[in-house]
């Protein structure tokens, strides 16, 4: 479906422009625009519902800004991805809720678990895709990034279940947790 409005898109842009040698980067261009606001709706839509929404955001955003710098796991197809999106969200939205209605012995083991993510990830990232593979230099730069959004990330986070902010803290727990699973998946998947 976001395939084919992207074409639309594209084409109609192409036409008004007289673009028609950059088609292909237009469509990739409106395609990539459609497919992130479907996954923001959609954090959006699970916030509301499991009344959630200033944590969904926080998650998906921590999640993505560690992602988008250590790699990880890409499934074949759109629609695998999305629906693992929306899966992987709910499991982590229902642990946010969780951890938020019991004590603090949780959170606490949520914060050694978070570090022990941390560390995967400065062991692990960045891992590329055949569709995007890195070179040495962008490696280099990905893997310094990848490692100080999630030290940031950790601290603060740190810093949130310390203070009156323990669900803000829980769910950028989750968002490096998040992070850390589809790298470990990738890792698996280049492995076989």
């Not at 995007?132 to 310094?144: A, D, G, I, R, V």
Request: net charge positive; glycine share 4%; charged share 15%.
């Amino acid at each position: 479906m976001i395939k084919l409005i992207s074409d639309k898109v594209a084409c109609f842009l192409c036409k008004d422009e007289g673009q028609n040698d950059n088609f292909d980067l237009y469509v990739y261009g409106v395609y990539i625009v459609l497919s992130s606001s479907l996954h923001i709706a959609t954090i959006i839509v699970l916030g509301l519902f499991f009344n959630l929404l200033v944590e969904s955001l926080v998650f998906y955003f921590s999640f993505i800004a560690i992602r988008k710098f250590a790699g990880g796991y890409h499934a074949k197809t759109p629609t695998r991805c999305y629906v693992f999106s929306v899966i992987s969200s709910i499991i982590m939205l229902c642990l946010i809720k969780y951890a938020n209605s019991v004590g603090n012995i949780f959170t606490y083991l949520l914060i050694i678990f978070e570090l022990l993510c941390v560390v995967l990830i400065i062991l692990m990232s960045p891992l590329d895709t055949e569709n995007n593979p890195l070179n040495s230099y962008e490696k280099k730069w990905y893997k310094t990034l990848a490692v100080l959004i999630s030290v940031c990330i950790f601290i603060i986070s740190l810093f949130c279940v310390l203070t009156e902010l323990r669900n803000i803290g829980c769910s950028l727990i989750c968002g490096v947790i998040m992070s850390t699973l589809v790298l470990l998946m990738r890792k698996v998947q280049i492995t076989n």
